[in-house]
């Protein structure tokens, strides 16, 4: 089809409920709808009414531009709303399992190459882009703002080269998984460095690599605010073996349940983890009820027995 020019105009916050009115949507009080839409934009809450639209019967990929019977904005709220409080929890999840991994990563590098055995490009795979990594620890060092950073650089010799355990305080989760990915394991040299950090998580240590790189994208996308409720993944996990994470046990390997499991089996791992699984059931059990919404999350039927989360 031949590109056309974009004609629409901005819209009024009345002129925006109008318009969904027009296509179908129901409200149980226009004003708040105004109010909701003068907070959260039309395009961001657009997405979560999306899946009430309706499917043309000849072809039910096209979307048409009219809603479902009774569909209501509350609704589509309400799927808005639990995502955000999902985004809330998979943050946390993340941030105690990037804690774990950079205090593992910390003890094992500064215990076997030394304080800076990590600027030595010889303790890591020949075909890692040590001098890349390098570069981009040395931007994350100058642009911290802690204190340690600037007593170091003020006091020791070779800034921005600092000690392991003070590098991983400021190195991103991006970087901390570029650099698992970079390490040696090779048995029959009798250099396991990979899997020495992944005993830790009782997890095979290329899983934990294939792990760390889904959920630095994950964390971005909570960190940008944005959807994960029947999102598709662009970054998925790559396919195991283990009955399960298979279907039907474990529907999707690219949706949000899965990322769930997966930080369920970390955070078990490090013993943290029961108060976040409540809190994570509480929130799961606002959309379970309804087939469609635990269809779009890649969650079995019967998910509080799943043998990953139980």
């Not at 998925?236 to 089996?265: C, E, G, Q, S």
Request: aromatic share 12%; net charge positive; proline share 4%.
């Amino acid at each position: 089809m031949p590109l056309v020019p974009y004609t629409k105009s901005p819209l009024t916050f009345s002129d925006q409920v109008n318009r969904l009115e027009q296509k179908g949507m129901q409200f149980k009080d226009k004003a708040f709808a105004e109010r909701t839409l003068a907070n959260i934009s039309y395009y961001r809450l657009s997405a979560y009414w999306y899946p009430f639209r309706l499917r043309d019967q000849a072809n039910p990929q096209c979307v048409l531009d009219q809603f479902e019977a009774d569909t209501v904005f509350e609704n589509a709220l309400f799927l808005y709303e639990t995502d955000r409080r999902l985004r809330s929890l998979i943050i946390d999840a993340i941030e105690r399992i990037e804690v774990s991994v950079r205090t593992q990563f910390t003890y094992h590098i500064g215990h076997t190459y030394g304080a800076f055995g990590y600027i030595d490009k010889n303790n890591f795979h020949h075909k890692f882009d040590h001098h890349t990594w390098l570069n981009r620890l040395e931007g994350e060092v100058h642009r911290s703002k802690d204190e340690f950073i600037d007593h170091y650089k003020n006091t020791y010799q070779n800034f921005p080269s600092i000690p392991i355990w003070m590098l991983t305080e400021v190195m991103s989760l991006g970087s901390l998984s570029f650099a698992y990915q970079g390490l040696k394991n090779d048995k029959h040299d009798d250099i396991e460095d990979k899997k020495s950090i992944a005993m830790h998580f009782n997890i095979h240590h290329k899983k934990l690599g294939d792990w760390l790189h889904t959920l630095t994208y994950v964390r971005n996308i909570c960190a940008h605010h944005s959807r994960l409720w029947n999102r598709t993944l662009s970054i998925k996990p790559d396919k195991t073996k283990d009955a399960n994470w298979l279907p039907p046990l474990t529907p999707r390997n690219d949706r949000v349940f899965y990322i769930l499991l997966m930080l369920r089996h970390l955070l078990r791992a490090t013993g943290n983890g029961e108060d976040w699984a409540q809190l994570v059931n509480q929130t799961l059990d606002l959309l379970a009820h309804n087939k469609r919404w635990r269809s779009a999350m890649g969650m079995p039927d019967n998910w509080r027995e799943h043998p990953v989360w139980k």
